[in-house]
């Protein structure tokens, strides 16, 4: 196999700090999943510790996943062997060039928010090459301990996000300001005024301050009441109250 494509990353996990958007996997890309016996699925860039694709595996474990995991450091995979569980879970030195896999799902979190912005793109038509005809790429970044989340979903072939996902422990959550700090790579530095996602996460911010009555309820009311006016206000969602009580939104990728 050739070099594979990418850099070595500061490897950063922890347990359970991919959690929601694993949920999500499971529930936005059920189809998908289901639709051969054993999908293919690939954690990129899981990091100093296998921890993240072993809870991909246990996450998806309905769908009888064969789940691999891919790092660029071979000191990294090799440390992961313990953890493997074939043909279940196993682990792989590899890059942006899936290793020359065909999954169906690829999950690459918090590897790109360590690149420059120009290096995107490229990152994102090279993995969307590789998947499988229907397949999927979810890109995205968290903070250290899971509580804030946003990721892209990119279909095989594409060269643009279709929908951008935001995500929080709603207990914790202060404002969906905070959402600007964890933004995916392509999205962080263009959250300025007259931007697409400033607008966005501005409006967001309104109509949760608007909601500060319904906390008296607790935060996920004020969550569902915030996103109740963010649509009502003519912003496109693409998702509902089911998956906006768990802290969630879902809206079509801001360009």
Same mark, same amino acid.
């Given at each position: 196999?050739?070099?594979?494509?990418?850099?070595?990353?500061?490897?950063?996990?922890?347990?359970?700090?991919?959690?929601?958007?694993?949920?999500?996997?499971?529930?936005?890309?059920?189809?998908?999943?289901?639709?051969?016996?054993?999908?293919?699925?690939?954690?990129?860039?899981?990091?100093?510790?296998?921890?993240?694709?072993?809870?991909?595996?246990? *996450? @998806? !474990?309905?769908?009888?996943?064969? $789940?691999? /995991?891919?790092?660029?450091?071979?000191? %990294?995979? =090799?440390?992961?062997?313990?953890?493997?569980?074939?043909?279940?879970?196993?682990?792989?030195?590899?890059?942006?060039?899936?290793?020359?896999?065909?999954?169906?799902?690829?999950?690459?979190?918090?590897?790109?928010?360590?690149?420059?912005?120009?290096?995107?793109?490229?990152?994102?038509?090279?993995?969307?090459? *590789? @998947? !499988?005809?229907?397949?999927?790429? $979810?890109? /995205?970044?968290?903070?250290?301990?899971? %509580?804030? =989340?946003?990721?892209?979903?990119?279909?095989?072939?594409?060269?643009?996000?279709?929908?951008?996902?935001?995500?929080?422990?709603?207990?914790?959550?202060?404002?969906?300001?905070?959402?600007?700090?964890?933004?995916?790579?392509?999205?962080?530095?263009?959250?300025?005024?007259?931007?697409?996602?400033?607008?966005?996460?501005? !409006?967001?911010?309104?109509?949760?301050?608007?909601?500060?009555?319904?906390?008296?309820?607790?935060?996920?009311?004020?969550?569902?009441?915030?996103?109740?006016?963010?649509?009502?206000?003519?912003?496109?969602?693409?998702?509902?109250?089911?998956?906006?009580?768990?802290?969630?939104?879902?809206?079509?990728?801001?360009?």
């Amino acid at each position: 196999m050739r070099r594979p494509l990418g850099e070595i990353t500061r490897g950063t996990t922890n347990p359970n700090r991919l959690r929601r958007v694993d949920r999500w996997i499971a529930w936005r890309l059920a189809a998908t999943l289901a639709s051969v016996d054993s999908p293919l699925v690939v954690d990129l860039g899981y990091g100093a510790t296998p921890i993240t694709a072993v809870e991909l595996a246990d *996450r @998806l !474990a309905s769908f009888r996943p064969h $789940v691999v /995991g891919l790092e660029i450091d071979p000191v %990294r995979v =090799a440390a992961a062997q313990p953890a493997a569980d074939p043909p279940r879970l196993e682990f792989r030195r590899g890059g942006f060039e899936l290793a020359g896999l065909r999954p169906q799902v690829v999950r690459a979190f918090n590897v790109l928010r360590q690149y420059d912005e120009s290096a995107v793109r490229l990152a994102w038509e090279t993995m969307c090459e *590789r @998947l !499988a005809p229907d397949g999927w790429l $979810v890109e /995205g970044t968290c903070d250290e301990l899971g %509580r804030i =989340a946003t990721w892209a979903l990119l279909a095989a072939g594409s060269t643009a996000p279709e929908s951008l996902t935001l995500a929080a422990k709603l207990s914790t959550l202060e404002s969906p300001a905070v959402f600007a700090e964890r933004l995916p790579k392509a999205l962080i530095h263009h959250n300025v005024p007259g931007a697409p996602i400033h607008s966005v996460l501005e !409006a967001l911010t309104v109509s949760w301050e608007r909601a500060a009555p319904m906390g008296v309820f607790g935060p996920r009311q004020r969550w569902l009441a915030t996103v109740r006016a963010y649509a009502d206000g003519g912003h496109p969602v693409l998702d509902g109250p089911r998956r906006w009580r768990l802290g969630e939104l879902t809206i079509p990728w801001p360009s």
